[in-house]
């Protein structure tokens, strides 16, 4: 599975909204258990990625409820609202449906304008 | 608390070999699927290879047929022996944890290898 994401950088003004775009070359949506099997993840700058958000739209405990996940099937979204600097950082999603290879997007470069 | 430590990376000319170790805290790694992903120099993540908890192994193409991932459940430790190294092997390795259907978490630090002459 192909994971293609949009844009590959984007630059947004403080307390405005960012929004990143995932799309797969095939669903990843479990029907028997209802669950869309997309992650997100935040890399800042010479840390490892961090989960934020799992099933495509459910945040990992701690994360700011400005992230959210939505989209289901082959397309998906991660929005930032009310940007802050310390979401400066590099996110990716991520495919695990299925038999692996599991694959990432590219990555989307997220910078305060 | 669950941890993950990453080692055994460095230099090494194209075509060794490297074993990276990854020692896990506060979870057994023989009760999840433990995983693999790299990060090549100002790139983005690539995943390598994967352990189920039953044992099934699976691998990237770019690494199948020269990486081996495997695991010691008395240490609580996760290795990937590297074979046939190239150039473009360089990169940040992590280990990580998957839950099934959760996604990947935590992540290791990682640990840097280099394939140079």
């Known amino acids: 599975i192909v994971m293609t994401q949009s844009p590959d950088s984007l630059a947004v003004s403080l307390g405005e909204r960012a929004t990143i775009n995932c799309k797969s070359s095939?669903?990843?949506?479990?029907?028997?258990?209802?669950?869309?099997?997309l992650a997100w993840y935040q890399q800042k700058s010479g840390q490892p990625p961090k989960r934020l958000i799992y099933?495509?739209?459910t945040r990992e405990s701690g994360v700011p409820d400005r992230f959210s996940g939505g989209g289901s099937g082959t397309d998906f979204t991660l929005t930032i609202n009310n940007l802050q600097a310390e979401d400066v950082a590099v996110y990716y999603c991520?495919?695990?449906?299925?038999?692996?290879?599991?694959?990432f997007g590219q990555g989307t470069r997220v910078e305060i304008k | 608390e669950v941890q993950l430590v990453e080692s055994g990376g460095g230099l090494v000319q194209p075509g060794g070999s490297l074993r990276l170790s990854c020692a896990a805290s506060g979870f057994a790694v023989s009760n999840d699927y433990m995983n693999w992903v790299r990060q090549a120099p100002g790139k983005g993540l690539e995943w390598v290879s994967v352990?189920?908890?039953?044992?099934?192994?699976y691998y990237a193409g770019s690494v199948s047929g020269r990486f081996i991932i495997s695991r010691d459940n008395s240490k609580n430790t996760l290795y990937l022996q590297m074979n046939s190294l190239r150039v473009d092997d360089t990169a940040v390795y992590y280990c990580?944890?998957?839950?099934?259907?959760?996604?990947?978490?935590?992540w290791g630090h990682g640990t840097r290898v280099t394939v140079s002459s």
């Open positions: 990580v944890r998957y839950i099934y259907s959760f996604g990947f978490d935590p």
């Open positions: 352990i189920y908890s039953g044992g099934s192994t």
């Open positions: 095939q669903s990843v949506f479990y029907s028997s258990g209802n669950k869309n099997y």
């Open positions: 099933w495509a739209s």
């Open positions: 991520q495919q695990h449906f299925g038999i692996p290879p599991w694959t």
